[in-house]
């Protein structure tokens, strides 16, 4: 869904390394939340934010961090990337305002490879 | 806690036939929703079909529906008049209406590869 973009598309990585993906949305969505995807093991949640100045864990919190700088925006960084980070990286929005907050749309992913 | 089971890796079908795919959930709530995406080569996540557990109706797109069983906390996806287009890996979901976490719980995925 071109609403929700997602860049970089594809990045390579040295371990150590910090690094941000970005994510914006022009849905006017209130919710934002960030998914890793690994082969053979769906999509797991790693930090969700309801509105800018609500930001909570996800289920595989460490070694990420996130920031909400506006509505249409939610950046997760990895602090010192390892390679066991390498994976598929989503962003989803929902809108909640308006009691549509069960269906997330998604952006086109970014895969990230830590060497 | 909520677990969503997809006990089908791999299905195959061919071109415009029917084809089912198979989900389960454990939830002791009530009041949720119920999701297929389809993640086609491309990558992107792309709802298929949304189910309100409150309705008994199945939901039905096109050539897309589900049959959902609440009692039996199954949730399965038909495919009718399959098409080259519809490989894909298919993913069910499952996310609780009452929580605050508003976070959807994924299975596992089956790869569906629809043949000429």
């Known amino acids: 869904d071109a609403d929700v973009t997602q860049t970089p598309r594809n990045r390579i990585t040295k371990t150590g390394k910090r690094i941000m993906l970005e994510c914006s949305q022009t849905?006017?969505?209130?919710?934002m939340y960030w998914y890793r995807q690994d082969p053979g093991l769906g999509l797991r949640l790693i930090y969700y934010s309801f509105d800018v100045k609500d930001i909570n864990k996800g289920e595989i919190s460490d070694g990420y961090s996130v920031s909400r700088q506006a509505q249409a925006k939610f950046s997760l960084s990895l602090e010192s990337a390892i390679p066991n980070q390498t994976a598929l990286y989503f962003c989803?929005?929902?809108?909640?305002?308006?009691?549509?907050?069960?269906?997330?749309?998604f952006g086109p992913g970014t895969r990230l490879l830590v060497l | 806690a909520q677990t969503v089971t997809q006990s089908q890796p791999e299905m195959s079908v061919q071109e415009a036939e029917t084809v089912t795919l198979s989900c389960t959930y454990d939830?002791?709530?009530?009041?949720?929703?119920l999701f297929w995406y389809k993640q086609p080569p491309s990558r992107q996540m792309i709802l298929v079909i949304r189910?309100?557990?409150?309705?008994?109706q199945n939901a039905t797109e096109n050539r897309f529906s589900v049959n959902f069983q609440k009692a039996a906390k199954s949730f399965s996806l038909k495919i009718s008049d399959s098409q080259l287009g519809d490989t894909a890996m298919y993913f069910c979901a499952f996310i609780d209406r009452g929580s605050t976490l508003g976070r959807l719980y994924f299975g596992r995925g089956t790869q569906l590869t629809v043949w000429p």
């Open positions: 989803a929005t929902s809108d909640h305002r308006r009691g549509l907050q069960e269906t997330q749309y």
């Open positions: 849905k006017g969505h209130d919710r």
């Open positions: 189910q309100e557990a409150y309705k008994q």
């Open positions: 939830t002791s709530e009530n009041n949720y929703y």
